[in-house]
Structure formats: structure tokens, C-alpha cells
């Protein structure tokens, strides 16, 4: 089994700067630890949420140090971009990286996308659109002419080529709607679920099951898990990290999305989502989020405790869901650095060697 880690790249309490030195200091150490990828975010715009407007960029830079470690892009917001242009940005970071890049896409933030002028309610024609000419492009030699709704290729031929063949995999996200997960599955793509933002179990076991419901026959699946974790020798430290980790993400998505519909003139954002605004207003402070892990586990998807702890609980969410890979978020919210750093550790050291043999 592949593990990975993931951040979500938000910064309170921290300046750009610092986030940065931070994100590819991990970056640089997951790769001596011998994770087999590092995963951030795609985001436009001043947030709290994310200052990641170019992980593609962001990961060349880190290339140049971590040599061996592989690359996913959690997620690309496939409606804003041009496909051919995003075609040629992927394929250059894939050779610039030795072909290390792994293509996470999917519509993106409803505030993002109005934020450069493009109609949310447009988003799911936009995003597969976009991956059909995404795939069009990495497989064909030469286009004389393509023509969609939203985007228009002309006498195109791709340059440079990615180094992987035909393209670095891609993963399409599903983190509360079947909609993604069904076409995941149905063009044959491998599936991001973002259990660490505090989603139900059971909603992340029902899109994954959707998602393989809706292969092809004989087609493979590929489901990238992503759950949130805090190891430390000591139970009641790792619990103490990770409820402060986990609550102010969870605090840094609520207050921002409550203040996006004044914001960007927009009422679709995670605030009016049912599912994910009920997540992170239980999960917004460390006592709310330690109390709820302790009565809804394992519903919810946050795995704190010892070396041993975390092996039970990493294996109960594999043994129901049989995914193919790992993504597991440390490093969140105000958490700091040294400590995320510990926790790796001791992770890759203790729990990942076990893990990887799980399935």
C-alpha cells in the first residue's frame, strides 16, 4: 500500500512566508522518511484556507531536494483552466519532476470559481469537459481541431511530453456528492477521498462504493484515502495535538465560508452544505473536536493515540474500504511545525511499515 501525507496549506497564525518554508521543509523530510507522496491543495485568492495558488510550482521547487518522493495535486480546480494550457503545465512539472506528478482534479471551491468569473452552476460540465480534453490531449499526437462548450483547441500539438505514458494518473476528488464519484469511475480514474475534513465514515464508505459500483468491467480502481492523525508515544499528547490540529482547520473552513456569501456575492460554499457545515461546527474547537472523536469514532475519521492506537485504527478504515492508498493529514490548522514533524516520524519509524502490508 502507498502512503502519503497531505496539508491543506492554510496558515493562521503564520505569514505566506513562513507557510511555504514550512510546507517544503516536509516535503523535503517525508521524502527521507520514505513516504511515497506529498499532497497539497489548489487555491485562488486571500484565505486563511490556502495561500496555494501553484502546486505544480511548488513541487518542482521541491524536486530539486526530495528526489525520491512522488507528487499528487489535491486538488487542481479543472473549471478555471484552460485544458490544453493545464495539459502543458502538468507535462512540464512531470519532466521537470522525472515524472513524479500524480493529477488530483476535480470542480474546486464554488468561491474560487466565482471569483474568476465562472458561473459555479456550470461546474460539473466544466470539470468534465476538461478531463476529456485533458486525456484527448495527453494521447494524441497532433490537434487540428477540438471544439467543446467551454473551451476551444486548435493546431495543438503537446510540448513538452509528460515522461510518464500516456499521462501521470489522474484522480478525480468526491468529498460529499456521488456526482464525482460516478464519473470517476466510469472513465476509469483513480478516486480522492478527503475523509480528514471531518466526513462521516459512512459517507466516505458509500463513495467508495459508488465509485467501484461504476468501473468498468475488469478496470482497476485506485482510491486514495485521505484520514487526519496525530501519533505520539504518549496518548494524551497525541490527542491534545491532534484535537488542536484537526479544530482549527475545521474553524479556519467554517469562518471563512460564512463569510464568503457577503464576500464574493455567493451563497454556495461549504457553509450551505449540509454535510460539511455539520462537520466542522462540531469539530471547530479542541474540546468539541476531542469529544466528538471520543463518542464517534470511528465515524469520524481522526485517528490520535500511540503507535499501536493508530495501527488498530488505520487498519479497521482498510479492512472496511480497501483502499489502495494512504493520505494521511498531520500537519493542519495552527498545529506546529515541530510537532508535525515528531509525529511524521514516528509514524514512518513505527506505523507506516505495518501499514503498508495491510492490504
Given at each position: ?147 467543446g462548450r467551454f473551451w476551444q483547441i486548435k493546431d495543438f500539438k503537446l510540448s513538452p511530453p ?198
Amino acid at each position: 500500500m502507498k502512503i502519503g501525507l497531505f496539508t491543506e496549506f492554510s496558515y493562521p497564525e503564520k505569514s505566506e512566508q513562513q507557510t511555504y518554508a514550512e510546507v517544503l521543509e516536509q516535503i523535503t523530510i517525508a521524502d527521507e522518511l520514505e513516504f511515497d507522496f506529498f499532497s497539497t491543495t489548489e487555491s485562488y485568492g486571500k484565505d486563511l484556507f490556502s495561500c496555494s495558488p501553484f502546486p505544480l510550482g511548488l513541487y518542482v521547487a521541491a524536486a530539486q531536494h526530495a528526489r525520491k518522493i512522488r507528487f499528487l495535486t489535491g486538488i487542481i480546480s479543472a473549471p478555471i483552466h484552460h485544458p490544453a494550457v493545464l495539459a502543458s503545465e502538468i507535462a512540464a512539472a512531470d519532466l521537470l519532476t522525472g515524472g513524479r506528478i500524480m493529477v488530483g482534479i476535480g470542480r474546486g471551491h464554488p468561491w474560487v470559481l466565482n471569483r474568476v468569473g465562472v458561473n459555479p452552476g456550470e461546474s460539473t460540465a466544466r470539470f468534465e469537459e476538461s478531463i476529456h480534453m485533458l486525456v484527448e490531449i495527453f494521447k494524441s499526437a497532433y490537434i487540428e481541431n477540438l471544439d467543446g462548450r467551454f473551451w476551444q483547441i486548435k493546431d495543438f500539438k503537446l510540448s513538452p511530453p509528460p515522461v510518464q505514458e500516456p499521462h501521470p494518473p489522474i484522480y478525480t476528488a468526491a468529498a460529499t456528492t456521488p456526482d464525482s464519484a460516478i464519473f470517476a469511475g466510469r472513465i476509469g480514474h483513480g478516486l480522492v477521498q478527503p475523509g480528514y475534513l471531518g466526513i462521516p465514515f459512512e459517507l466516505v464508505r458509500g463513495l467508495t462504493e459508488t465509485y467501484r459500483q461504476n468501473l468498468m468491467p475488469g478496470k482497476p480502481g485506485d482510491v486514495i484515502l485521505g484520514i487526519h492523525l496525530y501519533v505520539a508515544r504518549d496518548r494524551e499528547e497525541a490527542i491534545e495535538n491532534g484535537a488542536l490540529a484537526l479544530s482549527s482547520q475545521a474553524d479556519v473552513f467554517l469562518r471563512s465560508s460564512q463569510s464568503r456569501p457577503n464576500l464574493s456575492g455567493v451563497k454556495e460554499a461549504y457553509a450551505t452544505k449540509s454535510a460539511s457545515r455539520m462537520a466542522f461546527e462540531k469539530l471547530s474547537t479542541p474540546e468539541k473536536a476531542r469529544r466528538a472523536v471520543a463518542d464517534e469514532s470511528p465515524n469520524i475519521m481522526a485517528v490520535w493515540g500511540t503507535p499501536e492506537d493508530c495501527i488498530e485504527k488505520i487498519r479497521l478504515y482498510v479492512d472496511s474500504l480497501h483502499p489502495e492508498q494512504l493520505m494521511i493529514n498531520i500537519a493542519s490548522g495552527t498545529l506546529a511545525q515541530d510537532k508535525a514533524l515528531k509525529s511524521m516520524q514516528l509514524f514512518a519509524e513505527e506505523v507506516m511499515p505495518l501499514i503498508r502490508g495491510s492490504r
